[in-house]
Nanobody, 122 residues
Framework: QAQLVESGGGSVQAGGAVRLSCAAS????????MGWFRQAPGKSREGVAS???????VYAEAVKGRFTISQDNAKNILYLQMNSLKPEDTAMYYC????????????????WGQGTQVTVSS
């Protein structure tokens, strides 16, 4: 079974930047794409960004132009560079691995990390 571990979260001032990392290990053969999700208290989980094994990326409208998803295939690490952070970005961030890419999205997420908290204050 594959395992995903997020890191890099913490507290930051509005306008600052944070880079999250997600290290994958174990059986990663079925991972065709990966994505970042977030969930704030009292809100539903939402997709933030995703990337296919070929490098195609998709972003939620709320983070376009500010966040960048990337991957280091040699090291099996997924990244999320978050710039120009806003208090609204405060949430628990999770990385996940999907088994298919179609319809312009990563699908069939089966493996999830434990999450890393990002808190943005003014």
């Amino acid at each position: 079974q594959a395992q995903l571990v997020e890191s890099g979260g913490g507290s930051v001032q509005a306008g600052g930047a944070v880079r999250l990392s997600c290290a994958a290990s174990g059986d990663t053969v079925s991972m065709y794409c990966m994505g970042w999700f977030r969930q704030a208290p009292g809100k539903s989980r939402e997709g933030v960004a995703s990337i296919s094994i070929r490098g195609t990326t998709v972003y939620a409208e709320a983070v376009k132009g500010r966040f960048t998803i990337s991957q280091d295939n040699a090291k099996n690490i997924l990244y999320l560079q978050m710039n120009s952070l806003k208090p609204e970005d405060t949430a628990m961030y999770y990385c996940a691995a999907g088994r298919a890419w179609y319809g312009g999205q990563c699908q069939a997420y089966g493996t999830w990390g434990q999450g890393t908290q990002v808190t943005v204050s003014s």
